[in-house]
């Protein structure tokens, strides 16, 4: 199973971390796997690449896992964007775990 966990202070989704793997299909065939993927890589480019901020991503292979974390302070503008990223991963992940419960978990803390 995949976990996702969101890191929140108050308001504000400090990160995530994204663990494990979803065991739905063998590894090269599996959608769910894929889905997760896919949207952590278009989210960490959006911020990193296209938004030009430093968030940190640490991929650890050993256990299938990947987190990021965004910076401290941004801009008003900045933490805006990166704020409706990240409830939108959010709710992308929570409508997976819907479909797929077995799979997938998301939380919060």
């Known amino acids: 199973m995949t976990t996702v966990t969101f890191s929140s202070q108050g308001s504000r989704i400090t990160g995530f ?3 494990g793997h979803s ?3 063998p590894e090269g065939e599996d959608i ?8 952590v890589r278009l989210v960490e480019c959006t911020i990193n690449d296209v938004l030009g901020l430093e968030a940190s991503v640490k991929v650890k292979e050993k256990d299938a896992s990947i987190s990021l974390k965004l910076p401290a302070s941004l801009g008003q503008t900045n933490e805006s964007t990166c704020q409706a990223l990240l409830t939108g991963l959010m709710v992308h992940f ?3 775990a819907e479909e797929y419960p077995q799979h997938i978990s998301v ?3």
């Not at 769910?32 to 949207?39: D, F, K, L, R, Y």
């Open 17 to 19: 971390e994204v663990k």
């Open 23 to 25: 065991g739905y299909a």
């Open 32 to 39: 769910v796997c894929s889905a997760i993927t896919s949207a």
């Open 94 to 96: 929570v409508q997976l």
């Open 107 to 109: 939380m919060e803390v």
